[in-house]
């Protein structure tokens, strides 16, 4: 779970009549707390992990040539900061085409691994505040396959919508940052309704796509962000993110927990949609303190689209805060997985460490210290995600030898 930080300056109430020295001490500090908070921190090669791939090359080549793809949209002259480092996207594409001319030769894991010590920089993300330098919270999400209907007839009584007409998207002034906004009568921006409203009120009536025959499956797809819908006629349709109404996402396990509801160790999907089912009278108030509400779009089958607007690759594409690690870069991350049993529920926790691409983000991935894995689609998926907070670190590539690059 996210914390709250607080600066250590933050309770100080210094006034500008200070001594000069006192107020030159002040500020060194305040500018040495904030260099320890530095996003990324590139390593030295004996502090190196083993890129050994333990989903071998399964995926690999097909996540790094989406990515490529991404990559070639972007002006090659686009600049990406990784540490105290800045390079340009031409130099990040150039060092995903030279990764995957490498993955073309089929090296064995050895080579594979003396091959990217030997021509790839490397930097850390910094990690969790309150965790040592490097560590993340890493969880997992998937694509859902659930029931559903076009027609709202009992049991499928639980809506999905497609963005309502009353849904503005305006561009933030400062940074270009979109955002989701409703106007009153007189024209004037507001936040768009929370989830309680919304729900309550009926405000997106008209716009329904499908129908479930749960409130918890439909919650949870909120939070995946796409699925697979399966029909009464037995068809199989796409359904993927489309909008938000911009508010923040709260989390709901994280309610549970603070209400002493279920300990931290526990909280899992698993155990919320069990908490949820036996205390039927509280479902709702937990549902809607998430005020974050998601619109979706039907979409045509295949992998589902990342925020990049590339399709994501099951075990190879995670998200990340954009705003604080690089999106444009190879990356990979070091954790634990599951194992599951022949009854298809957990059993084990064995090391996790492959090469991924940063492809999505998602509402709750804040920060330095937090990274999703997506895990595709099936029960095994089911389960990860569902499962999955582990603590783990994430390192990025870039080829090596910038500086003695011909323009």
């Known amino acids: 779970m996210s914390q709250t930080n607080q600066s250590p300056f933050s309770a100080l109430t210094y006034s500008w009549s200070l001594r000069p020295q006192l107020l030159l001490l002040f500020i060194f500090l305040l500018l040495m707390h904030g260099c320890a908070k530095a996003p990324l921190d590139r390593m030295e090669t004996d502090t190196l992990p083993e890129f050994t791939d333990d989903l071998g090359l399964e995926g690999l080549l ?80 998937y694509e859902p396959f659930l029931q559903g209907s076009l027609e ?22 400062e940074n270009g940052e979109l955002l989701f906004k409703r106007r009153d009568k007189s024209g004037k921006l507001l936040p768009y309704w929370t989830r309680r409203e919304i729900e309550k009120n009926n ?19 909120h939070v995946q962000g796409s699925g697979k819908i399966q ?26 927990v603070d209400q002493g509801k279920m300990t931290l160790e526990a909280a899992s999907i698993p155990s919320i949609r069990h908490y949820l089912r036996t205390h039927p009278d509280e479902q ?8 974050k509400f998601i619109f979706f779009r039907w979409e045509q089958g295949g ?13 190879r594409s995670i998200a990340i805060d954009r705003a604080v690690l690089p999106h444009e870069t190879l990356a990979f991350l070091i954790s634990r997985k599951p194992v599951l049993n022949s009854s298809g529920e957990i059993d084990t926790w064995v090391p996790l460490h492959r090469f991924v691409f940063p492809q999505d983000t998602g509402s709750a ?3 330095t210290g937090r990274t999703d894995l997506y895990w595709g689609s099936g029960n095994y998926a089911k389960q990860a995600a569902g499962s999955m907070k582990e603590s783990g670190k994430l390192y990025f590539l870039v080829k090596n030898n910038f500086e003695d690059r011909e323009d």
């Open 62 to 141: 097909t996540g790094a040539v989406r990515h490529l793809h991404y990559l070639n949209k972007i002006p090659p002259q686009t600049t990406v900061t990784l540490g105290s480092d800045s390079y340009p996207v031409s130099w990040l594409r150039e060092s995903m085409e030279t990764f995957i001319d490498i993955l073309k030769q089929e090296p064995d894991p050895e080579e594979l691994n003396r091959i990217v010590l030997e021509n790839f920089t490397v930097y850390r993300a910094g990690g969790r505040k309150d965790l040592p330098r490097g560590e993340m919270l890493i969880t997992g999400y």
């Open 152 to 173: 709202k007839k009992a049991p499928f009584l639980y809506p999905l919508y497609a963005p309502p007409d009353s849904l503005i998207q305006v561009k933030e002034s």
């Open 203 to 221: 405000l997106a009536a008209g716009h329904e796509l499908v129908y479930l025959n749960d409130p918890v499956d439909a919650f949870i797809l």
């Open 231 to 256: 029909l009464p006629d037995g068809s199989i349709r796409s359904i993927h993110y489309a909008a938000s109404n911009g508010l923040e996402y709260f989390s709901i396990g994280k309610l549970l």
């Open 284 to 291: 709702e108030a937990i549902l809607h303190h998430n005020s």
């Open 303 to 315: 992998d589902p689209i990342g925020s990049l607007g590339e399709p994501l690759t099951a075990g």
């Open 365 to 367: 991935i804040q920060g």
